[in-house]
Structure formats: C-alpha cells, structure tokens
Nanobody, 118 residues
C-alpha cells in the first residue's frame, strides 16, 4: 500500500512560479514511474509530466520548456517546478505512481489546487 501526498499549490500571478511536491509513503518494492496530472473544471484529466525510474522525462506540449519534473528516490518524492505560469495552468494537480515491471493498480494523491490569476 502506497500513499501519495501533494503539497505546494496555491494562488500565483501570471508569469509566476510554483513548485509542487509529492511525497510517497509505504512500501515501494519495484521500479516506478511517477507523474503529475491535472484537471480543470469541465476538462478531462490530462498528463502534465512524468519521469521514469531511469530519469527520463516526458511533458505535455502545453508545458514543455516551462515545467520541470524531478525525483528524489531517497526521499521518495517527486517535484514539479512550474515557471512562467499562465491562467490556463489553473487546475487541480494530482500525483501518480505507476509500477514499471509488475502488474499493479496506479496510486493517486488527493490533489493540490493551483490557481493562476491576476
């Protein structure tokens, strides 16, 4: 059983920055990919960024060159550095953990609200 807890969301001006953190607790017994998804009102949940156990990262086109995902395996934490924020980045951001080598259900955090507004 794994629990994910997001933090770092809040209200920020357009052009500002936020750093989201997602800390995992419980046993992680195999290699995992971790990622960030977001969901805005009236929209489908979408992948923002993900990072594999080997450190390779993928980003949605809408956030490429503005967001950076990273992980600290010793702390079992994944981060999302968000720069040059736009109003369209406003959403609830969810942390996700997915096992790479075994069949298992994904784990999700409860989400953290990011609001970009002047």
């Amino acid at each position: 059983q794994v629990q994910l807890v997001e933090s770092g969301g809040g209200l920020v001006q357009p052009g500002g920055s936020l750093r989201l953190s997602c800390a995992a607790s419980g046993s992680i017994f195999s290699l995992v990919t971790m990622g960030w998804y977001r969901q805005a009102p009236g929209k489908e949940r979408e992948l923002v960024a993900r990072i594999g156990s080997g450190g390779s990262a993928n980003y949605a086109d809408s956030v490429k060159d503005r967001f950076t995902i990273s992980r600290d395996n010793a702390k079992k934490t994944v981060y999302l550095q968000m720069n040059s924020l736009k109003p369209e980045d406003t959403a609830v951001y969810y942390c996700n953990l997915k096992y790479e080598l075994i069949t298992a259900n994904d784990y999700w955090g409860q989400g953290t609200q990011v609001t970009v507004s002047s």
